[in-house]
Nanobody, 125 residues
Framework: VQLQASGGGLVQAGGSLRLSCAAS????????MGWFRQAPGKERETVAA????????YYADSVKGRFTISRDNAKNTVYLQMNSLKPEDTAVYYC???????????????????WGQGTLVTVSS
């Protein structure tokens, strides 16, 4: 599966952005999806994850209550709605996919087989 992330940009603290990740090549509904981020000099961090259906989700504590992951299997797209952005949210955001036999999510980036190219989110103070 090929993944194309978009929607990053420059936003002031307190603002919002919505990232999109469009998938092609395979049956999207067979894949659990995740959003990850990596800031300069830091390790890749799991932001959110979602199972094959939209009902099962995971959020890192640092984004819980501010970010929402969702997916539209008819559009082969997963989203990350980011509200109340903080300067510490500044990073390159990546979407990733892993073929899954169940409805659960995966939190470790090592489990994911397919990655998008990343989209930069910069939050100014």
């Amino acid at each position: 599966v090929q993944l194309q992330a978009s929607g990053g940009g420059l936003v002031q603290a307190g603002g919002s952005l919505r990232l999109s990740c469009a998938a092609s090549g395979r049956i999207f509904s067979m894949y659990a999806m995740g959003w990850f981020r990596q800031a300069p000099g830091k390790e890749r961090e799991t932001v959110a994850a979602i199972g094959r259906s939209a009902g099962i989700t995971y959020y890192a504590d640092s984004v819980k209550g501010r970010f929402t992951i969702s997916r539209d299997n008819a559009k082969n797209t997963v989203y990350l709605q980011m509200n109340s952005l903080k300067p510490e949210d500044t990073a390159v955001y990546y979407c990733a996919a892993v073929q899954s036999g169940g409805n659960g999510y995966y939190t470790s980036h090592r489990r994911y087989d397919y990655w998008g190219q990343g989209t930069l989110v910069t939050v100014s103070s």
